[in-house]
DNA sequence: CATGAATGAGCATTCATTCAT
DNA sequence: GATGAATGAATGCTCATTCAT
């Protein structure tokens, strides 16, 4: 049976190959955006395949089973953000506020580019398997990790009290999913941008010593 | 017998029909209990049956379908909400502070209590239909509504900055939904009583004038 | 899991009801049939549905999967064998050569009037789970049980040579079974009657003493 | 080495394109292999594939779909049935006993060596299509005929009784084939040697003249 | 010759829902 | 009111087969 699943595995194609890369782009974005929009469950791979222009058994190929596929899906999605952070970041410059600052608009940013795709890694993350999950959650901590560096430089400096750096950024990141969360709701009396100020705003009050 | 006496007694109190509200409720408890800890698309039907100790055909006759089921789940979790909020802040005096403090030490017992129940609400909203969810924003809101008004008083006393108050709420929900949307992580570092405590502190600060 | 299967299991209906042992009969039946003449694998469940006259979905509340309705299938076949053999021999009074010639003629009857079913039993045992191998192993020397005793007999009163019972079993067996695994080549030159007759005059002179 | 000699050999030999026939025997033994250990509908053909080193698209150019490279296989078991036989025959002597006796020795011994074909042959056989199914009815034929002539030799010269060589030599043919078919049984009492000489007893016993 | 990516029909299995009792 | 047997559409997944390279 383990080798069974071995020898399946193997025969999934080798990720270095360009071709191969266009590919699993292709699936990739195609099953985002289905079960975005019609949720994990509801999504038939029928409909995945359909979307990305291919058949079922290809995808098959790439991804082993469904499971996998929304592993790839979240993974994919967390990815983004991970890679975004660190750059916004630097580009802030030295000042340990501005950098924090910009951690918080860049993961608002991309949580507006991806609106449907941040809820379903809200969703759907329970569906995981446990390596799955690790994984993800390594991935989120990977993430506010600058922006938690940032905060504690700020400390250091003296310009933010030195409270629970894990819960002043467990609560930015939050707030920026907030905005695909409740879209329905804070979208009705705000838009991106001033949302991102006045959070900002009432963030930064929540941490600067007075 | 002594569930022939209940009858009876019930019958007295509640004259609307009280055995069809306890086979409600019967329903509801398990359906909450199951859907809770399997999640919703993995819950069939029979499972609910089983642990209400009924048959499937009789939550049929309650609730239509298993969509409706859903729907009836959240909005009896959102109603606890709604209910207990407004006595902790009435039990809380008339400091606005206060007051403001009790909403949110109340959210987050609730949500302690509810874990899983809560989890539910956030993964399955989007499952249901534009009138259950319209049915939903509304709950929320009037969960909210009280511990709005008392930051609204504190706006007029001056001890709060006068900032948009749906937003201060949004956030203050949000907090305490993160303790059971993010348990694993945060309840690795700290305990409930702590996190209320950082978190209140947090929020205080945010808002308070300086 | 484990627990979600032993639930599944429960919830297959319970064999005493008579309702229920004809459903199941009437599933065994097709099953039988279909299996039979279509081989195990080439089987769709819902030609085994088609045929008892049912909806696929009920099979899987009598067997719980494909393998187990094959499981069932062949047990029960090989119950029948086992049942009819003790009468046959009973019958055949105390002589003990007589005993063991009843013992072969009434295989040979069974395998003629259940010939594709014998085949079945043959070519899909290989399939079975362990656990379910050892049933049909058991079945087998149970069903062979009541000749080898009558085949000790004789080797006790004197008729019989005292080779390995289990061996002489096995070929009887064996040629009663050849009626139906080889019955495309043996029918074309000889009929039941006379494979019975010549094939038992082989089957006592390769044991009788001289 | 020993091979690459074997090759030189046989392309002296037959100067029909070696290459195609280093390609099929390549092919045919993996699928011999595969298809004897799992099963013939358990079998990938990229299983098939795998084992033989070669790419899946190569079998379909040697062989034109599965079914037929299951006959080729089922043939090629059998035609090696069929030319061990004679040579043991004929190296056994004049004696029509002994050549009796050397045709079972041999049948034994090659079930021994592939077990699991020969059980392959017995399970799958029913796969066939009409004209494949002829075609291994011919070649068991075959097989057994040299033992079938030196039978009637036997008949001939008044050692064995004159009875229906066609369905001694079929109960010959059984006994062997059971050494694979019921090999889980009888392999647990008796040794092979024991198995041949113990059935080979039976066997004459029960064709010899008294 | 040889490859293996791509296809899509086919099948086991589940489960929401109904309805006769 | 209450049951649970019965239904059958829906879906994940496999694998024989093809064909462009």
Redesign the interface.
Known sequence: MAQAID?RTA?RVARTDSRVQRRRRQILDAATEVMSRT?F??TAMQAVADRAGISVGLIYQYFGNKDDLLLAVIVDILEDFRDQVPAAITAAGDDPVRRFEAGFRICCQVVDAKRHAV?LT???S??LSPAGLERI?QLELETVEPIRLAFREGVATGVF?D??S???V??LL??AH?WA??H???AQ??TLEQ?VE??L???L????V?
Chains 1, 2, 3, 4 share one sequence.
């Open positions: 020898e025969r949720g469950h509801a809820n809200y969703r759907e329970h569906t959650k009290r409270v629970d894990r819960l002043v467990q609560n939050l707030v907030v969360l409740k329905w709701h804070v009396f705000v949302y006045q959070e705003s009432l963030l009050a929540s941490v600067r007075r």
